[in-house]
Nanobody, 111 residues
């Protein structure tokens, strides 16, 4: 399984970004998929999860601002991030349970 994350960048506070994660080599449509993030000096933390059936869960810190979704026809996972805050700055990783990781994409929220 290979996961390729993209879409990170520099954005001002209050702005939006959409991350994408293209999957290949696995059965994406039945996989539980996650977005994690890791800020400097911090542990990697779970941001959002989506099951094969579309059930979603979010960290409290991003509820109401982030939306995880998937397009099984395109084998792609998304994370729509709105109302971004400086504390959202981190490297964001996509993850396919149980142990497949993408390479990470940097998100920086700064004025």
């Amino acid at each position: 399984v290979q996961l390729q994350a993209s879409g990170g960048g520099l954005v001002q506070p209050g702005g939006s970004l959409r991350l994408s994660c293209a999957a290949s080599g696995g059965i994406f449509s039945i996989a539980v998929m996650d977005w994690y993030r890791q800020a400097p000096g911090n542990q990697r933390e779970l941001v959002a999860r989506i099951t094969s059936g579309g059930t979603t869960n979010y960290a409290e810190s991003v509820k109401g601002r982030f939306t995880i979704s998937r397009d099984n026809a395109k084998n792609t996972l998304y994370l729509q991030m709105n109302s971004l805050k400086p504390e959202d700055t981190a490297v964001y990783y996509c993850h396919m349970i149980p142990y497949y990781w993408g390479q990470g994409t940097q998100v920086t929220v700064s004025s």
